[in-house]
Nanobody, 128 residues
Framework: VQLQASGGGLVQAGGTLRLSCAAS????????MAWSRQAPGKERELVAA????????YYADSVKGRFTISRDHAKTTVYLQMKSLHPEDTAVYHCAATDLYIRGSYYYNLLAREYDYWGQGTLVTVSS
């Protein structure tokens, strides 16, 4: 599985940004895809996840109502639309994936460490 993240950059507080994660290498029908972030000196935080087939979603409390995760089957790409950005959203954002079928459970509310595949990070900087 290859995951290629893009879309990071510098944005002012209150602004919007959309991250993309192009996925390849497998058929993702039983996968859950996610975005996590890690700010300097802080632990990795899983911010959003989506099941590839059903589209069920999970959001961390810190981003609910501001971030939207979605997927495009035709492009095998996962997006993270971020709005009303805060300086506290500044972090390196990574996309991740794991196969729920292999895990033996379709429970998709997973911790970051439970994901098997990771893309490179993309830096999001929110200025105040």
């Amino acid at each position: 599985v290859q995951l290629q993240a893009s879309g990071g950059g510098l944005v002012q507080a209150g602004g919007t940004l959309r991250l993309s994660c192009a996925a390849s290498g497998r058929t993702f029908s039983s996968y859950v895809m996610a975005w996590s972030r890690q700010a300097p000196g802080k632990e990795r935080e899983l911010v959003a996840a989506v099941t590839w087939t059903g589209g069920s979603t999970y959001y961390a409390d810190s981003v609910k109502g501001r971030f939207t995760i979605s997927r495009d089957h035709a492009k095998t790409t996962v997006y993270l639309q971020m709005k009303s950005l805060h300086p506290e959203d500044t972090a390196v954002y990574h996309c991740a994936a794991t196969d729920l079928y292999i895990r033996g459970s379709y429970y998709y509310n997973l911790l970051a460490r439970e994901y098997d595949y990771w893309g490179q990070g993309t830096l999001v900087t929110v200025s105040s």
